[in-house]
């Protein structure tokens, strides 16, 4: 138990925090609508839908102030990169700000439902009322007169309209009634095209439709607009309910019962939403002026495995390891981004990308840079950040376990460059001592590009005598039988087959208990960061391991787990 708090403990804590808030809010203004006086007499028309339409509309308020500041990628490396009092444990939970993201929108889509189904309800029940259908209190707080348009309490004031009609009327042109069509419309489409199997295969269409948001939003704002939840107010006399409601009668006509007075309750999301709209419209601001800011071509090469390397130049542009870039190519698309970790170090006056061809934005991109003359400019390119990531804790650690898989090895190219060259200007301030490396790859050609890094680095560590501080494992994942036979022929080499490096790949995958195990002897005393950049299958496997290797003594090795998220 003591090791899950270790890694989890804080992350636990604040989704408790979250859920709370939202099962505090779901209860008062549950209890507030089904007991409040003031709605007594709306109760008695719409029964307990009111409280079950209220209720989560305030949890909506809520979830829907938060959904946009995850998103907000310059906020978050403002907080990230420049508080001091932001601690490794605070930026841990930054770099999980997409996992929120999802759950604020599960809590959302669920909020939404049940809004919706309650008050489908609440306008067939209104239509009744408004018929005579129900009872003679019913009848008689539905033909309340409009004396200043706003002492009703029936939001339906006309019969002319066929009976099955009315409620489809009524949602089609009232404000509150279409702003929710719009609303839900929207949500739905947003949610379906975030899924997986639509984000990964049908990108364009997860980020087109994501942007309904916009619409979403301006809905939203307009929504409560329509007061259609109505609450008696005080007059003079006082109206009492409870002596009057079976003497509709007598309203107006004795001095105990005047006639009742209704009123709409003042929109209040607006309220909950205007800051994180704003802070979200400078945030877009932000990505604007940077989108226009100059980029030119060092270099463009195309490596092994269909995997295309850009070294680019932006003034003014600085970056810390493990950083990440949006991209933008109007020839490809106008509105489309695409997040890039970069593979330069911090001391190289230029940044690069590598970006493997996985889906129409990066084919159509790899296809245009094939076609250029030797030495040409690319196409413009927009560039947006760099953003702070997990990795960028690397140096923070005395012992750091590196795990990438396939093109997943980007940010740890950038953090061993910057390595290589703090070493060659004997850095005082590299309070790393120790880094363990893992590559976990499919087809022997995703070596090729990141071999040659390997080797300075394996070079430059043994002519310092330091041969023992970058220990690295490549595995290879998938091979056929003809590759086998060729790496028996040559097993006694004093190279690899594979990659020409000294270290010998590992085929199929890592015995994780053992390399942890392993960790844990040669740092008995030591924290240790464990990255990944890679799927989430692996996260889990890598998370748990953390857990179960981690010590509760402070003496003794903890592990840390942290994960790249995009």
Partial sequence: MGNWIVNNGLTSFMLVAWMGINIFLFVWFYFFYDLGDQFFYTRHLLGSALAWARAPAAVLNFNCMLILLPVCRNLLSLIRGSFMCCGRTMRKQLDKNLSFHKLVAYMIGLMTAVHMIAHLLNVEWYNNSRRGVYDKLSTALSNLEDTENTTYLNPIRTTDIDAQQTPTYFVFTTIAGLTGVIITLALILIITSSMEVIRRSYFEVFWYTHHLFIIFFAGLVFHGAGRIVRSQVDTSPAHNFTFCKDRSDDWGRIPECPIPQFKGGFPQTWMWVIGPMFLYLCERLLRFIRYIQAVTYRKIVMRPSKVLELQLVKKGFKMEVGQYVFLNCPAISQLEW?????????????????????????????????????GAQGPKMGVDGPFGTASEDVFDYEVSMLVGAGIGVTPFASILKSIWYKFKDSNPKLRTRKIYFYWLCRETHAFEWFADLLQVLEKEMEERGMGDFLTYKLYLTGWDQSHATHVMVHFDEDTDVVTGLKQKTHYGRPAWDKEFEQVRKENPTSVVGTFLCGPVALAKVLAKKCAKYSDVDPRKTKFYFNKENF
């Fill in 338 to 374: 695409h997040p890039f970790t970069m593979t330069s170090a911090p001391e190289e006056d230029f940044f690069s990308i590598h970006i493997r061809s996985a889906g129409d934005w990066t084919d159509k991109l790899i296809s245009i840079m094939e076609q250029l003359p030797e």
